[in-house]
């Protein structure tokens, strides 16, 4: 049995003593799959290809030193190999997935057929607008209910993802400035809890970044924020709910501050399932704003993507909107190509953004209507409270509850065990559940973020609530060594996520190279 | 030879106008195992309180602040290549760079090596 650097088994899970070892090295139906090159069989090709034909190499004097060398196998190879690989995912459609700020909910079948439409599928960005009215109409009635969900003036569909949403509110926030003149304003403010990529964008953007302290209760220090503002500051990023699952309930007083100040207001919209149909962003103060549709509006993502993060804009900066975007002229839908004589920055992206999740999200929209986005936020908050009220006598919560969409533990219930928050999570895979969030948000120590959505049925959150008792429990008995020996019952045992980081192997080679480098 | 440590969890230790600067062994406890470490440019001039360093871990990436203003003048060859040198020795082997002082003044404003062991008490 291999051990990684703390001790722990890393070999191919078995339960100890209670499971043989067999002959195979397959456990039942699970297969242990060899790489796909480790399958190669020299001259094994699933179709037949005609034979190269004689030509001249374009390449002037540069040449090819080796073969490729990919892999030779049979087409029922092939097929096995990636069924069985994609039996060792574990997805949404598996099982929960508690990944707390992610939102990862169930992906409705609708949208899929949806998507499928050829209409919508088979379109190319590149054909005349005259063939698309219709990919066009539903761009447009898109971005309808994105502006009446957000009150907000206008949107931007194109940005790849959330990210990407978050760069190009912060350049319309510095186009605005420039447009002005004012070109002191050097500083973005982010709160301590806030996502990772908000202050990795404010940097892209060539802003500094300074970071506002919560208070006791999780929330952004409003005095402390008042305390920063000046005419240095181009921005707040803030996210509400925050990623505590808190609401900033101060954010009217944020937002008078912050606009107060010249300043204009972001906020990460990575959590606006939690309040969808029923709060209106522009109603609280904010300027800009990104949606994940691949979050609050269920299209896949994790792997499944890809993700998609239109951006809202308030009146303020809705003259800095990136081109392109659709508008309906004598009946006719058009997409506006040009940025003319506008302050706006330009493009975000080649193209319009991602056809098949605006599909997805809209059918989201339209399937559930409005009375079932209110529903919905209603019900994610109603879960995350549950798992909450079910954990709280077992388990630290960092902060009062009631909470928003998710509910943040500590490490605290297990002070002086021994079992640290990454051995809670992995025992809880050999519950047969995808852990929760781990050692974010950073405000708190050794944090478990927990977020059901609105897909889990009582039923399967008491299934999760009574696992994570139980670990919780048996954590305080004292059992450490149950806990550093988990995983027990997956493909592969604890990982060495260490020497993984530390010495990355990042490409296979073959066993001849192999053996030549160790000589 | 004077030790200081800061409320971020850096210790200096000052021998004339130079000091030498790492995280402390608390730090080290709570970062977990060091994968990468990230440091300045020799010739660099930091300013008390701003971004000297970035250390990773499997846990998180965190940023190292200079203890007190000054000029880069080594850093740890070793660091980058075998960035567990945090963890087996963060205030010895694990050190991260040595600065020249251009403002020693700065050194009354930080703990000495009681005080920080007080402060670290009151963390949890």
Redesign the interface.
Known sequence: MSMN?QGRPTGIGSADSAVPDTITGNRGLQIEEPLIFEQDSAGRCGVDLPEVPAMRMRLGTVKPRAAVGLPGLAEPQVVRHYTRLSQKNYAIDSGLYPLGSCTMKHNPRLNEKMARLPGFSDVHPLQPESTVQGALELMDTLAHWLKTLTGMAAVTLAPAAGAHGEMCGIMAIRSAHEARGDTGRTKILVPESAHGTNPATAAACGYTVESIPATPDGRVDLEALKAKLGPDVAGLMLTNPNTCGLFEREILEIAEAVHGAGGYFYCDGANFNAIVGRVRPADLGIDVMHINLHKTFSTPHGGGGPGSGPVVFAESLAPYLPVPFVVKEKGDFRLVEEAGEGPAFGRMKAFHGQMGMFVRALAYMMSHGADGLWQVASDAVLNANYVMARLQDVMTPSFDGPCMHECLFDDRFL?GTGVTTLDIAKALIDEGFHPMTM?FP?VV?GALLIEPTETESKASLDQFVTALRALAERAKSGDVEYFQGAPRLTPRRRLD??GA??KPILRWTPPAEQAQAAE | MTVKFTKDHEWIRVEGDEATVGVSDYAQQQLG?V??VELPDVGRTLEKGKEAAVV?S???ASEVFAPVSGEVIAVNPELEAD??LVNGGAESAGWFFKLRLTNPSELDGLMDEAAYKEFVEGQ?
């Open positions: 650097n002070k050692y950073l120590h996520e260490t980081a530390r | 195992d994968v990468f990773e499997v846990k998180a960035p567990s949890h």
